[in-house]
């Protein structure tokens, strides 16, 4: 399941979900990037943004307790929300895969994606509420040109890379097909692996607003 405004990077998709046993009842996806959303909706919950994956047996299962799973909490009106309350009620738990992206943030994502942690990428979601990918290129520009590097090799999309000329005092920070960050200093990647916080929250409340750490300059 996924929406229409979202990038899925399908190769991708296949490998991971290949890992898993197919005749088993499976739940997959990733909860939101927003403390907030995940506070309103669901911490253990996959977001239908992003995308998510269901088993086929979880679909047997969640088909023959959907009709009474509706009349029961009528009162919900996303989609995803609604599964997840079902597959709660027949025993599944969520099986989390960074690679999912809700993408509940505003504005500039560089910060985010050139931190990309060492899993496939596997979607991006609300491309209308983000500023384009690249600087200089509109949305659909952006997306052609992240695919230009997706067709090369899809496996390792985003994923961050850290490595150090220690004789110049110099750290390079590469996110592959994105991004390259280079520091006239040494820095361990259990800093440079917190994202620049470029993006804004996507609901405005309370500190913390995301569900993980950031580094607000460099």
């Given amino acids: 399941m996924g929406d229409d405004d979202s990038l ?5 998709i296949v490998d991971v979900l290949s890992k898993y046993d197919h005749t088993e009842k499976r739940y997959i996806g990733m909860f939101s990037e ?15 943004g992003g995308g998510y994956a269901l088993s ?5 299962a969640l088909v023959a307790k959907l009709d009474e799973c509706i009349e029961k909490y009528h009162f919900i009106w996303a989609g995803d929300t609604l599964q997840s309350y079902c597959l709660a009620d027949l025993g599944a738990d969520l099986i ?17 994606l050139s931190s990309h942690p060492t899993a496939p ?15 200089g290129m509109d949305r659909h520009g952006s997306v052609l040109q992240i695919m230009k590097a997706a067709n090369v090799d899809q496996s390792r999309m985003l994923q961050q890379s850290v490595c150090y ?4 005092n110099w ?8 991004s390259a960050h280079v520091y006239e200093n040494i820095f361990p990647r259990s800093y440079l692996k917190l994202p620049i916080e470029t993006f804004r929250p996507w609901l405005r409340g309370w500190f913390p607003f995301y569900m993980f750490n950031t580094r607000r300059g460099v």
């Fill in 96 to 112: 989390p895969e960074k690679g999912f992206h809700q993408m509940d943030l505003r504005g500039d994502l560089s910060g985010l």
């Fill in 165 to 168: 000329v220690r004789a110049r």
């Fill in 121 to 135: 990428l596997l979607s991006l979601h609300h491309f209308g509420a983000l500023a384009p990918l690249f600087p």
């Fill in 34 to 48: 927003s403390t907030k959303s995940n506070f309103r909706l669901a911490f253990e919950m996959a977001y239908g």
């Fill in 56 to 60: 086929y047996p979880m679909v047997e």
């Fill in 8 to 12: 899925f990077f399908v190769d991708n």
């Fill in 171 to 178: 750290t390079f920070s590469v996110s592959w097909g994105y």
